[in-house]
């Protein structure tokens, strides 16, 4: 296996969660319902900084070179989502907690774990319900919002490409191979739990009306 082989058969395994994922009701599931474009903002600020602050740990921890730097790189790009973001709210939000999704990631004390689940199945996963928050913003006509939106959405699906090739030099072994695949897969499973869980608290049902 290589790293671009192992970003395919992630899709292909969590195809079902991560089509799920984009569709119209992540948006429910991330603002409890509140459809407003304060609450869509707040919500994806609050995703940026979380995974800011991810990143900033994992590298101030890590002790390979390349992981770290490359840590590095995407805790400065979320900071600089994070601030595009805020630039269209009146006041800045507070200080999100870790949601489940980053309670997981911050757990992963592996390198190969770190890249795998951070660089391939996180923007994975946050590419799909990106692509809703593109799609809110052109209903509301928000041309800014939703152009603001669509170039996050292209930086974040670029990253599982970084992830592949850095795992390509992490990965010596199937064994390791084996992990990487792993961590990506759970922590597609863990934005789709928390996914479902939070709709169905609110008595609505995760999967698509065909």
Not at 46 to 58: K, N, Y
Not at 142 to 157: K, S
């Amino acid at each position: 296996m290589d790293g671009n082989e192992l970003v395919e058969a992630v899709r292909a395994s969590k195809a079902t969660e991560l089509d799920r994922l984009g569709k119209e009701k992540a948006l429910i599931a991330a603002t409890d319902a509140d459809l407003s474009t304060e609450a869509v903002l707040r919500a994806a600020a609050a995703s940026e900084r979380r995974a800011q602050r991810t990143f900033e740990g994992w590298a101030e921890s890590e002790s390979d070179d390349a992981a770290r730097e490359a840590f590095e790189r995407v805790a400065a790009t979320e900071a600089e989502h994070y601030d595009r973001v805020v630039a269209h709210l009146e006041e800045p939000p507070e200080e999100p907690d870790p949601d489940p999704l980053h309670a997981s990631l911050r757990d992963l004390e592996l390198t190969v774990e770190r890249v795998a689940a951070g660089l391939v199945g996180r923007p994975l996963a946050s590419e799909r319900t990106l692509l809703q928050v593109v799609n809110f913003f052109i209903n509301e006509a928000d041309t800014a919002a939703a152009d603001l939106f669509r170039d996050l959405r292209e930086e974040t699906r670029d990253v599982p490409g970084e992830g592949a090739a850095l795992l390509d030099e992490l990965c010596s072994d199937d064994e390791d191979w084996v992990l990487a695949q792993k961590a990506a897969e759970d922590v597609v499973q863990v934005v789709y739990d928390d996914y479902a869980e939070t709709l169905e608290g609110m008595g609505l049902d995760p999967k698509p009306v065909c």
